[in-house]
């Protein structure tokens, strides 16, 4: 499997080099040159396989250039050791939850798969260094991603006055090849910081740089699995209903890897892209215009984002056709307002505390599912993790106290001497 460029610039390079890059030449984004069909006999029998072996057989055609079969079961037995269950709501709709990992949100799966194949990229003896700017939950992914993985060290840079004290938490308190940089600053300052170091030629040398951003092909592809293992969990009840899947979205990058699995024949019928107040594809899906515009702040705060990244690749897999993609899937775009009455209302009904994210995703199914079709939506995050907007429809929502936060192991002013100072 060769990867191509989306802005169709340079050679198609291999799973190992779209890996090590991250974005591709001139800002385009690595795509699969195509998608490879599943056997038939595997698809049956998705129900009496274990994950990691799922794992292993739905990643090797994407990566089996570049990392050995002994290696990939290594690397898919490190990523895939928690649960992911699917729990049923109401009669034919169910929730698939991917908040059982370490940081309790769906991105441990993609950071666990990039950290392990970025270790095996290493060249014997020498460090790299991953190098991320994070507003919150990408960089507790990465943090338990990377923990103690060979060869590999990580300095996250973190805005000091804008992480949650979990988030803060979860970045600061592993240590050994962790490193936690609290920054006076922004979000957007810690980002610039982190160009300017990508752009630094000698330190770049000197340290092995690489990043862990979230359009790396590393971390977008073990996403397909979620959709392999929620159908393993329902095979045996489905019959012939059709099944239509709903994922909260905000980069996109877990619908892009939804419809991969669905390219590569696993039998889901429609998707549907939930969005909250940032309503940059919906008004593609409904229009097929596409206006880029800035984030506004929502309940479902991981999915604010006014340009999604993976819009290219999506349009790359359609052939940038507007009509390809609406027989595809369904959309829709979710107030705030609509987010806090569904978690009420689900609460009400059931007992199940949704968070923000899996809201999203909640009303976004029940907006199309037909009798005589069977509807699963993903929650990508814990409520926990959002306990302040679970408390306001349920009162008595309560989560375990952290243990006492750690002191942030660095703290430097918004300056990129003192950045490399660190470094
Ligand atoms: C990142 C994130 C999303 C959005 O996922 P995309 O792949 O960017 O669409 C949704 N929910 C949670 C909790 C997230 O952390």
Request: charge should be negative; charged fraction near 15%; aromatic fraction near 10%.
């Amino acid at each position: 499997m060769q990867y191509l460029n989306t802005k169709q610039i340079g050679p198609a390079v291999s799973f190992r080099t779209a890996t090590l890059n991250g974005l591709a030449p001139g800002n385009g984004l690595y795509v699969p040159e195509y998608i490879p069909k599943m056997e038939p006999d595997f698809l049956d029998s998705l129900s009496q396989v274990t994950y990691p072996e799922i794992a292993f057989r739905v990643m090797k055609p994407f990566v089996e250039e570049s990392i050995t079969d002994e290696d990939l079961q290594e690397i898919v037995n490190h990523t895939v050791n928690f649960p992911f269950p699917l729990q049923t709501i109401e009669t034919d709709i169910a929730v698939l939850e991917l908040f059982h990992g370490p940081t309790m949100a769906f991105k441990d799966v993609g950071a666990r798969f990039m950290a392990q194949c970025l270790s095996k990229f290493a060249e014997p003896g020498v460090k790299t260094t991953v190098l991320v700017a994070t507003s919150g939950d990408t960089g507790s992914a990465v943090a338990h991603g990377f923990y103690q993985v060979p060869n590999v060290e990580v300095v996250i840079l973190y805005p000091a006055a804008k992480v949650s004290p979990f988030q803060a938490h979860q970045m600061c308190s592993l240590g050994h090849n962790i490193r936690a940089v609290s920054v006076e600053g922004t979000f957007d300052d810690c980002q610039a910081m982190v160009k300017r170091a990508f752009q630094d030629e000698a330190l770049n040398k000197r340290l092995n740089l690489s990043s862990a951003n979230s359009i790396n092909v590393a971390r977008l592809l073990p996403q397909m699995l979620y959709y392999y293992f929620m159908y393993s969990q329902l095979q045996a009840s489905l019959g012939q209903k059709p099944l239509v899947v709903s994922v909260p979205s905000g980069n996109f990058g877990n619908l892009t890897a939804g419809l991969y699995a669905q390219r590569m024949g696993l039998p889901i019928h429609r998707f549907v892209a939930a969005n909250n107040a940032n309503d940059t594809f919906f008004k593609y899906w409904q229009h097929g215009q596409y206006l880029a515009k800035p984030s506004v702040e929502t309940y479902a705060n991981a999915m604010d984002v006014g340009n999604p990244s993976n819009f290219e690749r999506m349009m790359h897999l359609f052939g940038h056709d507007h009509a390809a993609l609406r027989a595809a899937m369904h959309a829709c775009s979710q107030s705030d307002k609509e987010i806090l009455e569904q978690m009420e209302a689900t609460y009400k009904k059931s007992g199940y505390i949704l968070d923000p994210h899996g809201a999203v995703a909640f009303l976004g199914l029940k907006s199309v599912l037909a009798p005589g079709q069977m509807g699963v939506f993903l929650a990508t995050a814990s409520p926990a993790k959002f306990e302040s907007v679970v408390k306001m429809v349920v009162p008595e929502f309560t989560t375990p106290d952290l243990p006492q936060q750690p002191e942030p192991q660095h703290h430097i002013r918004n300056e990129y001497q003192q950045l490399l100072e660190l470094l």
